[in-house]
């Protein structure tokens, strides 16, 4: 826990009372930029305190301006109710006076009983989900630049279709209609911006960069110079090797292997070989790759021979014979098979089937 202080009122702005939030050294790095009023996200691991972070910025920012609009930002109303009443707790003077709001997603509102909300409170807990409608509603018509400072939780989802990434959309919008327009201050909060399944370094640092483009972020907040501090309180992720006994028999695998044999006889039938044998249908390319698939199928060229056997069917699909149709059931069983087969037992390999 953060330690608070028990001390009189200081003398600052009306709603405030002498902070209750202490930051340790590590978290006071975290705020840094955002305390200068600079975009940035906060990058650290669970149980950092982001959310002791978020508020000691809020903190400053309505001390700065008094007549500040803050939207804190979780993706469900768990959540929203957890940061919701962490607020209240330590900023009591703000809560006390009604100045700490909470819209729930699905709550029953009226557009002008929103815009009321917006205009009497100074901090707004609410999902992207519930604000996008907002910014959308013809009638109601709250406008980005009404707040002064956006909390996104679990920032590192702004991309794609997503309300974050919508939300900023206007934001982008206003941003570059008029460059005098004010603009909220932007603050994102993540454990990991993720990598968005990207296979190599460089791929996983192009969706960083679209991550921070879309939250219109130049710089990162993460802890450096205290991180020995960070590390009491919150784990360092490790690699840990797990080894396992190769299996000398694997009934999944000897499975899989009968069910591919048995297709591939079905490839070997009378009634394939009837057709592929008349001169009339012009198959003696395929009657051969038919004959001959390799017999190790961990192997690429087996990958190999699925694909290009399966175009010299489809050349001839046009003919649309019963023969051929069973060609491709038979194809797309053996595609399944194996990329199953290459999934469970060489899972590095499986991309090669796509």
Not at 266 to 275: A, F, K, M, N, P
Not at 307 to 336: G, N, W
């Amino acid at each position: 826990m953060h330690d608070t202080h028990s001390d009189e009122d200081a003398t600052i702005p009306d709603g405030f009372q002498k902070s209750l939030i202490n930051l340790r050294d590590y978290q006071q790095e975290l705020a840094d930029l955002a305390l200068k009023g600079v975009n940035t996200i906060v990058c650290a691991g669970t149980n950092a305190g982001k959310t002791y972070v978020a508020l000691k910025v809020i903190e400053s920012h309505l001390e700065k301006n008094t007549a500040g609009k803050v939207v804190f930002m979780t993706r469900t109303n768990v959540l929203l109710g957890q940061q919701f009443d962490t607020a209240c707790k330590l900023l009591p003077g703000l809560s006390s006076k009604g100045k700490i709001q909470k819209w729930e997603a699905g709550q029953d509102f009226t557009s002008v009983t929103f815009k009321s909300l917006v205009n009497r409170c100074s901090i707004l807990f609410l999902t992207p989900k519930s604000l996008c409608n907002f910014l959308e509603d013809e009638f109601s018509r709250v406008n980005i630049d009404q707040f002064t400072l956006l909390v996104l939780d679990e920032c590192h989802h702004t991309y794609g279709k997503s309300p974050y990434n919508e939300i900023m959309g206007y934001y982008r919008k206003k941003k570059f209609e008029n460059e005098q327009n004010n603009l909220p201050q932007i603050m994102g909060l993540t454990a990991s911006p993720g990598t968005n399944r990207a296979k190599d370094k460089f791929g996983a640092k192009e969706h960083l960069i679209h991550i921070m483009t879309n939250l219109d972020v130049k710089k990162l907040s993460v802890v450096k110079e205290c991180e020995s501090s960070l590390l009491k309180y919150s784990s360092k992720p490790a690699t840990v090797p797990i080894l396992s006994k190769k299996r000398k028999k694997d009934p999944v695998k000897e499975k899989l292997m009968e069910a591919m044999d048995f297709v591939e006889d079905i490839l070997d039938s009378r009634q394939i070989t009837t057709y592929l044998n008349n001169p009339v249908n012009e198959a003696e390319g395929l009657f051969e790759a038919l004959r001959n698939p390799p017999k190790d199928r961990t192997i690429e060229r087996y990958i190999l021979w699925l694909s290009t056997t399966k175009k010299k069917i489809e050349e001839l699909s046009k003919k649309d014979t019963q023969a051929l149709r069973l060609m491709h059931a038979c194809f797309r069983h053996l595609e399944v098979l194996l990329y199953l087969y290459i999934f469970l037992f060489f899972p590095g390999r499986s991309s090669n089937l796509c």
